[in-house]
């Protein structure tokens, strides 16, 4: 008996840890309720860089990051997943389609001079348009990028080179006196000038061509070409945004369902196995308690599917109890004494509870290592319930039965919703001797 | 409520439980067999962009849509050049937060590349339609993604099929295994065929979330199924030479099925919440977990204990004919 009171106290200690821990730490919550986009970038090869090794995929990480960080939202993330893929994560996100545009962009800023031929003249090809060759000059080379604006008011790009990039300016300049140079942003020709003088001091303005450049197409130019290139371009084949709305709507709604759909799994118990049933739920509450304070310290991310897999857990923890309950009803049945019966409906449910339980964290494990990010939130829900599940409804459970019911007598059988004429009318167990020791049968 | 004081015949009435689970499967094999032959992806379901690629763009409205709305809607994506969108509405139950959002209309489109401004100009042509409407939510996957996803998928499902066998093949015998796993693919053949079914008249879509679904199921099955054969393990070794077993099939399952019914009525109140009070991306996950439930609640009690006593038999006929 006092090994029973010392572990109630212990019980109560785990609850009150729990419940300062879930007081103290933020809950984190998935993209899917706060609202935000998550996207899988993967990285294409060029004609320059052939593989994507490491040190590739560590340089485009660096540069994703750094765009994502201009974006100003707090707790973006950028992981790597396999070998040439990024998954980037962006809570808050308001205009579903800014972030998008955003990453997809290789930002590579080029100069080019033209293809000359053996006159000296530019080459044109087959449509007239004029043929560009690369001049070694980037954006890699650029110190920074501000928008500026040219004496008619149109917005300009203004460009600060590094001390290597301003003297590989002056020399191409030098070069093209006369000639038009190309300036080209992700492939696409932006203006391609005429170079009067050569241009000294590394600073040098573009302008939108003849249209000129929009405030945005400016802005987005300048806040690209300061984050820095991709050093190879990616592409997005994987993205799911969601609204702020539809965020809150979820996590209300599935709050207001975990509530309801918990409170009848509590009513079913107390209607069905009565005083039992009542000591269950109060063992599901400090379940509850460890599983909420668990994915705090963890963290785990709560997703929809995870509340999903919570809830869904919470209808497996009382799967111990019930079958526990059962079969201590039975052997009450059997005609034992309460203290046996008690006893042996944990004792002899206990394989069958190991067993369920092992199954459903085996696929829960195969879960988390082959499904998406959505399917990893439901497995680590489910799976740490089940787990959880194991010590409340089996330790808990039982230390209260045996505190509350003691060695004595079943006065009042309706206390576990059996009638008097039932006792002692159910089957007839045969145990052995050595059999009845382990399972503490008094006769 | 479940008091279950008599025996439950499963031996006895072997032929009517047989013919109960092929009533149950076959309509849905049928409908898997039709839609191998029609669908393009040749898929006894109809998969959705998880598997085969494309955008979804969900727009909330303000006011409740009907189908008549929609095919109008349809000619203007035609007009745009989205066509062949698949287009849907989900009727939502406005909470406090959120009045603004009665109906949901997804559109499934093919994948969007980021180069194109379809996106917008879908945006641009529901948002003339639908005053007030807003864009809550886009999900995209390409092509290569959407087949390595179910390459994963199945390998998902194989080793999970795999490790249950291994498993009960350890704690048992093999041959519960075996019927264990029968009754998994019974419990997995009829979700996939209601959902088959779905997909004909319905078009519900399935993505990678009914997959997890199928495989909480596979656990939750095995669970009740365990439960029923830890019994007649248990009861063999007591009763083993006074009763045939046939009746110790009988006798275990009278006395597990209040547990297997309590546990499975448990899990499908939860579920139940979750689906008639839960968030809308959710409830075709949530319903496929409340059929299979169900199902593997029948499955494990009258199925599986039905197959292994017809392993027995045959294999003491077989005893009785050698001696």
Known sequence: ?443 | MFNFNKTVHVVKYRILWICLSACLLLPGIVAMIYSMINYPTHSPVKVGIDYTGGTILQYGVPESVNNEDISKTRETLDKIGAENSYIQILNVNPTEKNKNIKSIISIRTKFIDEGSDMAEQITNAIQKEYKNSELIQVSSVGATLGKELFRMSLIALALAILGMIIYISLRFKFEYAVAAILGLVHDVLFVVGVFSILGIFCNVQVDGLFLTAILTIIGFSINDTIVTFDRIRENLRYYGKKMSFGEIVDASVTQTIARSVNTSLTAFITLAALYFFGGVTTKDFVLAMMIGVVVGTYSSIFFCSMLVDIWEERKAAKAKAAV
């Open chain 1, 1 to 443: 008996m006092k090994n029973k009171i010392i572990m109630f106290w212990v019980i109560v200690g785990i609850a009150l840890a729990c419940i300062f821990t879930i007081y103290k730490k933020p809950t984190k919550l998935g993209l899917d309720l706060v609202g935000g986009s998550r996207i899988m970038l993967e990285a294409r090869t060029t004609d320059t860089i052939r593989e994507i090794t490491p040190e590739v995929m560590r340089r485009l990480q660096i540069a994703i990051e750094s765009r994502v960080n201009k974006l100003g939202v707090s707790e973006t993330s950028v992981a790597q997943v396999g070998d040439k893929r990024l998954l980037v994560e962006i809570p808050n996100v308001t205009d579903l389609k800014e972030a998008e545009a955003f990453l997809g962009k290789t930002a590579l800023l080029e100069f080019k001079q033209p293809v000359l031929d053996a006159n000296k003249q530019p080459q044109r090809d087959d449509k007239g348009q004029l043929m560009w060759e690369s001049t070694g000059l980037t954006g890699e080379d650029l110190k920074s990028a501000t928008i500026g604006s040219d004496q008619t008011g149109q917005w300009t790009v203004s460009l600060e080179f590094n001390g290597k990039g301003a003297n590989k300016f002056a020399q191409l300049t030098e070069k093209l006196v006369g000639q038009q140079m190309a300036i080209i942003f992700d492939g696409e020709e932006i203006s391609a000038p005429v170079i009067r003088e050569v241009i000294y001091g590394g600073r040098a303005e573009i302008s939108g061509g003849n249209s000129g450049f929009k405030y945005e197409e400016a802005e987005k130019m300048v806040n690209l070409l300061n984050a820095g290139a991709l050093p190879v371009p990616s592409e997005i084949i994987q993205e799911n945004t969601v609204g702020p709305t539809l965020g809150a709507d979820s996590i209300e709604k599935s709050k207001f369902a975990g509530l309801i759909g918990v409170g009848l799994v509590m009513l079913f118990m107390i209607f069905y196995y009565r005083l039992p049933g009542l000591i269950a739920d109060i063992a599901l509450c400090v379940y509850a308690l460890i599983l909420f304070a668990l994915f705090k310290i963890i963290p785990v991310t709560l997703t929809l599917a995870g509340i999903a897999g919570f809830v869904l857990s919470v209808g497996m923890a009382v799967d111990a109890n019930i079958l526990i309950f059962e079969r201590t009803k039975e052997e009450l049945k059997a005609g034992r004494n309460l203290f046996t019966a008690i006893n042996l409906g944990f004792d002899r449910a206990f394989t069958s509870i190991f067993d369920s339980n092992v199954t459903t964290v085996l696929t829960c494990i195969i879960l988390y290592f082959l499904g998406t990010s959505v399917v990893k939130g439901f497995a680590l829900t489910l799976a740490l319930g089940v787990i959880v599940s194991m010590f409340t409804a089996i330790t808990v459970t039982k230390n209260f039965m045996h505190l509350i019911f003691g060695t004595g007598e079943l006065k009042y059988p309706a206390l576990f919703g059996l009638s008097k004429d039932e006792i002692g009318k159910g089957y007839e167990a045969t145990e052995t001797k050595r059999e009845k020791a382990r399972f503490g049968i008094l006769d």
